[in-house]
């Protein structure tokens, strides 16, 4: 999968989409996207990643608290 560096708009190429989709890890291995050779992989944040489009990741990816407001809500709802 490319994603686009936020600062730069470099297309990279992510090395292990698990990592890209797990909350819990805040960087991901990439791959910068030009020339003919594969470059080598370099770690970066995901919060400097967005789609080709310019949409942001989503927060399932990115916050591993995303439903915690969810889930104390159904907590309560189940002791009312």
Same mark, same amino acid.
């Given at each position: 999968?490319?994603?686009?560096?936020?600062?730069? %708009?470099?297309?990279?190429? @992510? /090395?292990?989409?698990? &990592?890209?989709?797990?909350? =819990?890890?805040?960087? @991901?291995? /990439?791959? =910068?996207?030009?020339?003919?050779?594969? !470059? &080598?992989?370099?770690? @970066?944040?995901? !919060? #400097?990643? !967005?789609?080709?489009? %310019?949409? #942001?990741?989503?927060? *399932?990816?990115?916050?591993?608290?995303?439903?915690?407001?969810? @889930?104390? #809500? *159904?907590?309560? &709802?189940?002791? #009312?």
């Amino acid at each position: 999968m490319f994603l686009k560096h936020t600062s730069t %708009g470099k297309l990279m190429q @992510v /090395v292990e989409l698990q &990592d890209l989709m797990n909350p =819990l890890h805040e960087q @991901v291995a /990439v791959r =910068l996207h030009y020339g003919e050779e594969a !470059q &080598d992989p370099e770690t @970066v944040d995901k !919060q #400097a990643l !967005q789609f080709p489009s %310019g949409e #942001a990741l989503p927060r *399932a990816w990115t916050d591993p608290h995303y439903r915690d407001e969810e @889930v104390e #809500a *159904a907590h309560y &709802d189940r002791g #009312a």
